[in-house]
């Protein structure tokens, strides 16, 4: 019989959308896991929604000074009207001055932003309509005012975030209630404050996982997008991406990022010899074999057929041959009549071989793989006798 905390860990687990695959489980709780194309995808959704949020409540805002100035007597209705203005044009430049970069951390500033307009809006407001005695339709109005922090927190529910993200970004909100209320004491009705608050921690907990499963589904799609279907190894396409994306990092930073490139020795024999199932099976293998030897930001590609290209962030020449060394020890996998796989691999590196294009880099690896097939095979090549790499620069 399983034991009981496994059964509850599958139920919950259950509720997820089941696209999920376990170890994928937790990036619904922090993003610090996430790969730099799930990040990438996610922050450029991020800004995209915010820029719509934003141009909607830039043209809805000032709308509702109409109603203002029907119910309100001066000078609250254009106390209002200006505070409504002022966040309108603060919509409205969030707009226009943010453009999706693929980078989180512009996505959380502009998240933050955001939120940020319609809390101190709600703050000042709700502040300047305690100092008026209000009755009637005038009170019933500003009574609306109240929802502002519903519709905010309803409105975290659009974004794919992880469950931390969703508290951080709730939490000021919730602190802004608490705030309001603070300036309201002691004429505070605490039993209505208390339903309140307690509904808005209920739609935070709906928008949480509302977020989650969104985010869950866009791993999935973004994992059925970049994988190949074969060996479960990042695609061609989504490896050119990433290697883009390393390059201009590690240029950014000043650091190494090596490549190699691996191709299969003799594979095809093995097609012709055991059918196209055994050579399948024999690349699941090697694929399987590679990972369990990686570092964790290290990622494997499928470049073609039987070539693959092993991307190594941080990582220079020295330290790349180091660890196709201890790949090759631990070994590729077997052949089907038990002679073990071997590989041809090249070499290359951004710094070491002063590079300033990731095309270039994986043009030299691929040409020292090429070395090192028609030097014997089964070995690995970092640099071509004097004068034989063409792309390195001269010192
Ligand atoms: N089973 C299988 N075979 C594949 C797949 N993709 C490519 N291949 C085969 O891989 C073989 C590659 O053959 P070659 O390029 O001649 O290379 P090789 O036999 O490994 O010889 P060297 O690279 O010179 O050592 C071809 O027979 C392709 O059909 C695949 O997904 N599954």
Not at 231 to 242: L, P, W
Not at 267 to 287: P, Q, R, W
Not at 360 to 367: K, Q
Request: proline residues 5%; aromatic residues 10%.
């Amino acid at each position: 019989m399983k034991p009981l905390a496994e059964i509850v860990w599958q139920r919950l687990t259950g509720l997820m959308p089941g696209e999920l695959k376990k170890a994928e489980l937790p990036w619904l709780a922090t993003p610090f896991q996430h790969l730099s194309l799930l990040a990438n995808r996610r922050a450029t959704m991020i800004v995209n929604r915010v820029r719509l949020f934003a141009f909607l409540f830039a043209v809805l805002t000032p709308m509702w000074i109409v109603v203002d100035f029907l119910v309100f007597a001066s000078p609250l209705w254009w106390q209002l009207a200006l505070m409504r203005v002022l966040a309108s044009a603060a919509f409205a430049s969030l707009v226009l001055f943010y453009q999706p970069r693929g980078n989180l951390l512009d996505a959380y500033r502009a998240m933050a932003l955001l939120f940020l307009i319609p809390t101190l809006f709600y703050v000042a407001s709700y502040n300047l309509m305690g100092a008026h005695e209000l009755a009637g339709l005038s009170a019933a109005v500003s009574s609306g005012y109240a929802f502002l922090p519903f519709v905010l927190l309803a409105g975290l529910a659009i974004f794919p975030l992880t469950l931390i993200e969703n508290l951080i970004l709730a939490s000021p909100i919730l602190i802004a209630q608490i705030v309001v209320a603070g300036l309201r004491w002691p004429h505070l009705d605490l039993p209505a404050f208390i339903g309140t608050f307690w509904l808005l921690v209920l739609i935070t907990g709906v928008s949480a996982l509302a977020g989650m499963s969104q985010l869950a589904f866009m791993i999935a799609l973004v994992r059925q997008a970049t994988r190949d279907p074969l060996t479960g190894v990042f695609s061609r396409s989504s490896g050119e991406e990433m290697l883009e994306l390393q390059f201009i990092l590690a240029s950014r930073s000043g650091a190494p990022l090596a490549v190699a490139f691996v191709d299969l020795d003799h594979f095809k024999s093995i097609n012709d010899h055991y059918g196209h199932e055994a050579g399948d099976k024999v690349l699941i293998a090697m694929t399987r074999n590679i990972q369990a030897c990686l570092r964790r930001g290290d990622m494997l590609t499928r470049w073609g057929g039987e070539e693959f290209l092993l991307i190594m962030p941080n990582t220079d020449l020295e330290q790349a041959v180091q660890a196709l060394a201890r790949l090759r020890e631990h070994g590729l996998g077997a052949r089907p009549e038990g002679a073990p796989v071997t590989a041809s691999i090249g070499v290359a590196e951004r710094l070491g071989d002063a590079l300033d294009d990731w095309r270039m880099l994986v043009e030299l690896a691929d040409h020292r793989m090429y070395y090192a097939k028609q030097h014997g095979r089964n070995q690995v090549c970092a640099a071509l006798p004097d004068g034989q790499d063409p792309l390195v620069k001269a010192a």
